[in-house]
T-cell receptor, first 109, second 119 residues
Framework: GQNIDQPTEMTATEGAIVQINCTYQ??????LFWYQQHAGEAPTFLSY??LDGLEEKGRFSSFLSRSKGYSYLLLKELQMKDSASYLC??????????WGAGTKLIIKP | GAVVSQHPSRVICKSGTSVKIECRSL??????MFWYRQFPKKSLMLMAT?????????EQGVEKDKFLINHASLTLSTLTVTSAHPEDSSFYIC???????????????FGAGSRLTVL
């Protein structure tokens, strides 16, 4: 079966750096997405990786290793507003999105 | 950027009634829209893929007679929860992507979601 694994919850301190990992086993691979979801709201797009390597976008970076079935989202200079759930999703060979359960990130002052 | 509008954001209804949720792409045409359901602290669960001008494609285990989907135009899809029961209470989210296929770097844009509570 297809599976996306990411930690359930993480805690970090304001101003610090946090890395959220995602591992996947899917039928084929056509890109990996990271979304941010605040409580009670819909997900918003953060990043897209289809080739190996690091994609940087401001305070957020996303890394992909296709051979390892692994990605991480790196958040720098954490702010209180970064408290949210972070969803990892992989698009399989049928262009279906497979979603992880999300990682709830708690930022403490 | 692409904007998807979803309405209503919250709805409370009595058991046995039907509720309609609308999803509109405001600044792009969407041949395909997706309807998701999300339980608390759980992942997004794809319910169905809505195709303009044709029948929706439902995921396994989703009752098509219970969750009616109509995609009448390139900018509007509706989800109707028929004869709602308390177990249908959930967060329903629609999404769409510009273009005719969800490929390449085309990104899914989500509506704000609809919180349904069935009493």
């Amino acid at each position: 079966g297809q599976n996306i694994d990411q930690p359930t919850e993480m805690t970090a301190t304001e101003g610090a750096i946090v890395q959220i990992n995602c591992t996947y086993q899917t039928s084929g691979f056509n890109g990996l997405f990271w979304y941010q979801q605040h409580a009670g709201e819909a997900p918003t797009f953060l990043s897209y990786n289809v080739l190996d390597g690091l994609e940087e976008k401001g305070r957020f970076s996303s890394f992909l290793s296709r051979s390892k079935g692994y990605s991480y989202l790196l958040l720098k200079e954490l702010q209180m507003k970064d408290s949210a759930s972070y969803l990892c999703a992989v698009r399989d060979s049928n262009y279906q999105l497979i979603w992880g359960a999300g990682t709830k990130l708690i930022i403490k002052p | 950027g692409a904007v998807v509008s979803q309405h209503p954001s919250r709805v409370i209804c009595k058991s046995g009634t039907s509720v309609k949720i609308e999803c509109r792409s405001l600044d792009f045409q969407a041949t395909t829209m997706f309807w998701y359901r999300q339980f608390p602290k759980k992942s997004l669960m794809l319910m169905a893929t809505s195709n303009e001008g044709s029948k929706a494609t439902y995921e396994q285990g989703v009752e098509k007679d219970k969750f009616l989907i109509n995609h009448a135009s390139l900018t509007l899809s509706t989800l109707t929860v028929t004869s709602a029961h308390p177990e249908d209470s959930s967060f329903y989210i629609c999404s769409a992507s510009p273009g005719t296929s969800f490929s390449g770097a085309n990104v899914l844009t989500f509506g704000a979601g609809s919180r349904l509570t069935v009493l």
